[in-house]
């Protein structure tokens, strides 16, 4: 049996109708921006493998540092003991974050990174005995597959045979001109509720990269800090230069009270979570009532391979070499955006920093779940790019260090399909 026909008869995918789904792609190798499947096919992985690779596959650098590691120390019950990687990895990533981020807590994925992150909000308010059980997102936001994570989450097919377990939460629409003055007055009119607002800033990711201006989260989020609403910046998709800048937030004049990270975090090379937070949050929780304990732990929390990922990962974000690059693909997005954009076949285009996102024109059928979908995937399957569409809409995501050939090979394949679907 070849590796596909093997992994069918042990394995089970995510987000996968494994009745109807066509065998996987067996994967061998990486390097660079490029995939290598068991057939020798390569293939440019266009989405960063979900969103998580930013320096390319296999790379060297981390590679190395993780091998150092590795035979150093592996691993360390976090619970009363520590290790240099996790002190260096927390004040290194607090010293580039917005200047009101004092702690962080390790966690193991984005998913449990949001957990964190909402637990420590109910429990700031439940610890000073006061009221704040209710929590405000966006519609159509995705935070995650846990429980606390979906519950934060839009409402939809994903979450449809679990909607009766999840607790209630306030959904407002995205902020813009029109209705930023009402969305501050219902916030003040649920304020005594409210324990917190999460969102994903600028770019609502699974969403079909639905994407909102700067300026008016800012001004919601400095009426939350007025009405003392706790805020969370779910940056797990957004953080690490996938915006233009190094986080989404830093596009904002307002910080929030919490930030949430994965993915980018150590380069796509292992799962590993970070939440971080201000001072007056953590101050929250000291106390000689041993009740007032932050209760929530991994027990791979801050383990010490994941942390010399990410310190490696952090060193090649921080290079020059890698804002550059981040500068390259913004223009050459852009460029790109401009030539297509008036396409009879496209509905929109949108564009922040390394992330396009290009709309097919597909009438009123815009589900998920639309055939056009599937077309377009295998589509740019068989042309050798990886390309993960969101119904009608696919983004380009890649890694940074993606070469001028290879992204222009990924705009000419997308134009050939623009005349051939």
Request: charged letters at 30%; glycine letters at 2%; aromatic letters at 10%.
């Given at each position: 049996m070849n590796l596909a026909e093997r992994d069918l008869k042990v394995i089970w995918h995510p987000y996968t109708q494994m009745q109807t789904a066509k065998p996987p792609v067996p994967i061998v190798r990486g390097e660079g921006a490029c995939l290598y499947g068991e057939d020798g096919k390569k293939y440019i992985d266009a989405v960063s493998s979900w969103w998580v690779n930013i320096h390319g596959h296999a790379n060297p650098y981390i590679a190395q540092k993780v091998a150092e590691q590795l035979l150093q120390l592996e691993h360390v019950i976090f619970a009363g003991f520590t290790h240099p990687a996790a002190v260096e990895l927390a004040e290194r990533l607090l010293a580039i974050l917005p200047d009101n981020q004092a702690k962080a807590f390790y966690s193991d994925n984005g998913s449990t990174a949001v957990e964190v992150a909402i637990k420590m909000c109910l429990q700031y308010w439940s610890n000073q005995d006061k009221p704040g059980t209710k929590i405000l997102a966006f519609k159509n936001a995705y935070h995650g597959d846990t429980f606390g994570a979906m519950s934060v989450s839009g409402r939809s097919a994903f979450t449809a045979a679990f909607d009766s377990l999840l607790f209630e939460v306030e959904f407002i629409d995205l902020p813009n001109e029109d209705n930023i003055g009402n969305l501050k007055s219902h916030i003040s009119s649920l304020k005594s509720d409210l324990a917190c607002f999460i969102f994903e800033p600028l770019v609502q990711g699974s969403a079909?990269?639905?994407?909102?201006?700067?300026?008016?989260?800012?001004?919601l989020m400095a009426h939350c800090r007025e009405e003392e609403v706790l805020t969370i910046a779910d940056e797990v998709f957004t953080g690490f230069g996938r915006t233009g800048k190094s986080f989404a937030c830093d596009h904002l004049?307002?910080?929030?009270?919490?930030m949430c990270f994965s993915k980018g975090l150590t380069g796509g090379t292992m799962a590993f979570g970070l939440t971080t937070c201000t001072q007056a949050i953590y101050d929250a929780f000291l106390s000689y009532d041993k009740l007032k304990t932050l209760f929530h732990g991994h027990s791979y929390t801050a383990n010490p391979v994941a942390c010399a990922a990410a310190l490696a990962s952090l060193d090649l974000f921080l290079d020059?070499?890698?804002?550059?690059?981040?500068?390259?693909?913004?223009?050459?997005?852009?460029?790109?955006?401009?030539?297509?954009?008036?396409?009879p076949k496209i509905k929109a285009t949108r564009q922040t920093g390394t992330i396009l996102a290009i709309e097919w024109e597909t009438g009123d059928n815009t589900s998920y779940f639309s055939s056009l979908r599937d077309k377009l995937y295998h589509y740019f399957l068989d042309a050798g790019v990886i390309l993960r569409p969101l119904g009608n809409i696919i983004y380009i995501l890649p890694?940074?260090?993606?070469?001028?050939?290879?992204?222009?090979?990924?705009?000419?394949?997308?134009?050939?399909a623009l005349e051939e679907i």
């Open positions: 079909g990269m639905i994407m909102y201006e700067a300026k008016y989260l800012d001004e004049n307002t910080q929030p009270d919490i020059n070499a890698t804002a550059d690059n981040i500068n390259r693909i913004v223009a050459a997005h852009t460029k790109f955006e401009e030539k297509i954009k008036h396409h890694p940074y260090c993606i070469s001028n050939d290879e992204l222009n090979y990924i705009y000419r394949k997308i134009e050939d």
